[in-house]
């Protein structure tokens, strides 16, 4: 069959219409240049980058990094001891659960990492912890130390102005509890507001 040369004229200027139409858009519009331009886009799975290496004191005045807690699970917490009522009641949530897992909850090392350098020194520390788990270790260090350990952990924390402190500051701060295997590896996260039975079967099936 043979096609006329006025239809083969207008395919031409059909076909070059589209590709100007094409050029213009990658020109003009960074969505349609990157969708079109960029290469395929593969989303991988992996483990969480979350954890990581530390040098702190504890609250007997002894320094150690996350290897000495090597061969055990570390159940890790950010926080500070003025906190009014989110650190205690988080405490108090994971005391009661190591209590109700008995003997299993053994393996687990409970660590409070203050991010209140500025008062929580070893000795508030050691005044603070006793009130709650007996197997509680409270963590403090420099500022830099303590920083470094929070960005490990992808912890937001910030000193923020309080006329109501007698410091004149509190600390906001993200209230996450940690599970990290005995290998210093991330395992799982806890969110505010879980039960003690939630959390004590949760960590009984991951130990």
Excluded at 7 to 34: H, K, N, T
Excluded at 118 to 138: C, M, N, W
Excluded at 153 to 178: C, E, N, P, Q, W
Aim: charged share 20%; proline share 7%.
């Amino acid at each position: 069959m043979v096609v006329p040369i006025h239809g083969i004229r207008l395919a031409l200027y059909v076909a070059a219409g589209l590709a100007v139409g094409a050029a213009a858009a990658i020109a003009l519009f960074p969505a349609a240049r990157e969708r079109i331009l960029s290469p395929l886009k593969v989303t991988t799975v992996g483990q969480a980058l979350v954890g990581g290496p530390f040098a702190l004191t504890d609250h007997t005045g002894k320094r150690v990094t996350d290897t000495d807690y090597r061969g055990t699970f570390m159940l890790v917490m950010f926080g500070f001891t003025f906190c009014p009522d989110v650190c205690p009641s988080e405490l108090q949530l994971i005391s009661a659960a190591l209590d109700k897992l008995g003997p299993k909850g053994d393996r687990i090392v409970p660590l409070f990492i203050s991010i209140d350098p500025e008062r929580d020194t070893p000795d508030q520390l050691a005044q603070y912890v006793k009130s709650f788990h007996p197997r509680l270790i409270g963590l403090t260090g420099t500022p830099e130390e303590v920083a470094a350990a929070a960005k490990a952990y992808r912890v937001y924390f910030k000193k923020v102005t309080d006329a109501k402190s007698t410091a004149g500051y509190t600390m906001d701060h993200l209230a996450l509890i940690y599970l990290m295997g005995p290998d210093g590896a991330y395992r799982t996260h806890f969110t505010p507001g879980i039960s003690v039975e939630a959390l004590a079967e949760r960590l009984a099936k991951l130990l």
